[in-house]
């Protein structure tokens, strides 16, 4: 799976902004969809994921604030961030996991990454 993100930009503090991630292939072949990201410094972190069946997750931090969503069609991940953070500020990666059953480890897929930056 191939995986191109795009959308990042520089916000100022309470702004919004929307990545996208499109992926080579269909969306209902991929058993779980996620976004991460990395500050300078710091561990990249999972922030959103959702699963084939819609079930989301959202990571503390941005619970109420970004939405985590997936257009089908178009093979595309969204992640909507609203009132949007100085410490929001990082690389944001766009994840996919297929599972292969069995023994097998799943296989994981990530996207170049997109710059966020928001200005206080």
């Known amino acids: 799976v191939q995986l191109q993100a795009s959308g990042g930009g520089l916000v100022q503090a309470g702004g919004s902004l929307r990545v996208s991630c499109v992926a080579s292939?269909?969306?209902?072949?991929?058993?779980?969809l996620g976004w991460y990201r990395q500050a300078p410094g710091k561990q990249r972190e999972l922030v959103a994921s959702i699963i084939i069946s819609g079930s989301v997750y959202y990571v503390d931090s941005v619970k109420g604030r970004f939405t985590i969503s997936r257009d089908n069609a178009k093979n595309t991940l969204y992640l909507q961030m609203e009132s949007l953070k100085p410490e929001d500020t990082a690389v944001y990666y766009c994840?996919?996991?297929?599972?292969?059953?069995?023994?097998?480890?799943?296989?994981?897929?990530w996207g170049q990454g997109t710059q966020v930056t928001v200005s206080s």
């Open positions: 292939r269909s969306l209902y072949s991929i058993n779980v």
């Open positions: 994840n996919a996991r297929v599972f292969r059953g069995g023994y097998f480890p799943e296989d994981i897929y």
